[in-house]
Nanobody, 123 residues
Framework: QLQLVESGGGLVQPGGSLRLSCAAS????????IGWFRQAPGKEREGVSC????????YYADSVKGRFTISRDNAKNTVYLQMNSLKPEDTAVYYC????????????????WGQGTQVTVSS
C-alpha cells in the first residue's frame, strides 16, 4: 500500500517561506526518484523540482531556481521542498510524486502521487 502524504502548505505573504513535506509509507523511498509538481487553476501541472534515486542529482524549474530546495531524508522516509522568497505566481496546489523508473522531471514520468497541499502567496 504505497502512500504519499503532503503537508506544510498554507497562506503566506510575498517574500515569505514555507517548507512542504511528503511522507512516504508502504515502500522504501530510497529507491525512488522523487518530484514536486504544482498546478494552478486553468494551467497544466508542471515540474517544480526533482531528485534522483541513483545519484541524488536535482532539477529545478527556471521559475524557482535559487529560491526552492529539494531534499530527501531516507531515515524518515520523507522528502521536503523548502520554498523561500515566495511570489504570487507560486500559488498552486503542490504535489509530490515518486517512481522507480523516473527519468525526467515531467508529470508523465511519475505514476504514484500524493493528494496535494495548497500554497497561496498573497498580501
Amino acid at each position: 500500500q504505497l502512500q504519499l502524504v503532503e503537508s506544510g502548505g498554507g497562506l503566506v505573504q510575498p517574500g515569505g517561506s514555507l517548507r512542504l513535506s511528503c511522507a512516504a509509507s508502504g515502500f522504501t523511498l530510497d529507491y525512488y526518484g522523487i518530484g514536486w509538481f504544482r498546478q494552478a487553476p486553468g494551467k497544466e501541472r508542471e515540474g517544480v523540482s526533482c531528485i534522483s534515486s541513483s545519484d541524488g542529482s536535482t532539477y529545478y524549474a527556471d521559475s524557482v531556481k535559487g529560491r526552492f530546495t529539494i531534499s530527501r531524508d531516507n531515515a524518515k522516509n520523507t522528502v521536503y521542498l523548502q520554498m523561500n522568497s515566495l511570489k504570487p505566481e507560486d500559488t498552486a496546489v503542490y504535489y509530490c510524486a515518486v517512481d522507480p523508473y523516473q527519468a525526467t522531471c515531467v508529470p508523465g514520468d511519475f505514476d504514484s502521487w500524493g493528494q496535494g497541499t495548497q500554497v497561496t502567496v498573497s498580501s
